[in-house]
């Protein structure tokens, strides 16, 4: 709700257009995956969307759901690139999955914690450049990793089997690691809170 005002000035008066629509539907979609909303509520809000006039008519419809849902369509890039050296980067915190990553990383760790992220697109390809280093995927239901496309150099992917779950993001990951290691597992319980305060 707040984004899309935000996204029009704060006017809830401004007439909403397809692509307004069509975010909403979105949005509705995967909160229903979620498992926030029942099928006969998905369906209401589905009509109410669709027939909207005014971005503030579609705000109503995703009031209830948590900002991270309702600020899906905000901020979605094409490409994102992570490039470092001797240092760690980390994508947490509802960060906003891009359709592409490009990851450039020697003697260091790249964490995607897609627990709590945004996704607003249905495949992530990540084009990676791994060298002493580690990129590590703390996953969610609904998140499948592919690995196929990698070239592997004296290096090891370790990966925890999925957990049965419609597909909500498929990552493909392509390129080379030398010396490094690829981690894909769910996020142990407590870790973060653990880690933020360290």
């Given at each position: ?80 690139r ?57 996953t ?9 496309g990698l070239?592997?150099?004296y ?44």
């Open positions: 709700m707040a984004a899309e005002l935000a996204r029009t000035g704060g006017s809830p008066e401004v007439r909403a257009s397809h692509a307004d629509r069509d975010r909403t539907v979105d949005v509705l979609r995967v909160a229903a995956g979620d498992g926030r909303l029942t099928l006969e509520e998905l369906e209401e809000r589905l009509e109410i969307a669709l027939s909207a006039r005014t971005v503030g008519e579609l705000a109503v419809v995703t009031g209830d759901l948590p900002a991270v849902a309702g600020e899906m369509p905000v901020g979605a890039e094409d490409l994102v992570i490039q470092q050296e001797g240092a760690s980067t980390r994508r947490g915190d509802a960060w906003v999955v891009p359709r592409r990553l490009e990851i450039r990383s020697a003697w260091g760790e790249v964490t995607l914690d897609f627990t709590d992220a945004v996704i607003a697109h249905d495949t992530l390809d990540i084009d990676l450049d791994l060298r002493a280093g580690a990129l590590k995927l703390l969610r239901p609904g998140v499948v990793v592919d690995t196929g070239v592997m150099n290096s090891e992917i370790k990966a925890r089997r999925p957990v049965e779950a419609p597909v909500l993001l498929r990552v493909r990951i392509t390129g080379e690691i030398h010396y490094g290691q690829v981690v894909v597992r769910p996020p142990r319980r407590g870790f973060g809170r653990r880690s933020a305060t360290a």
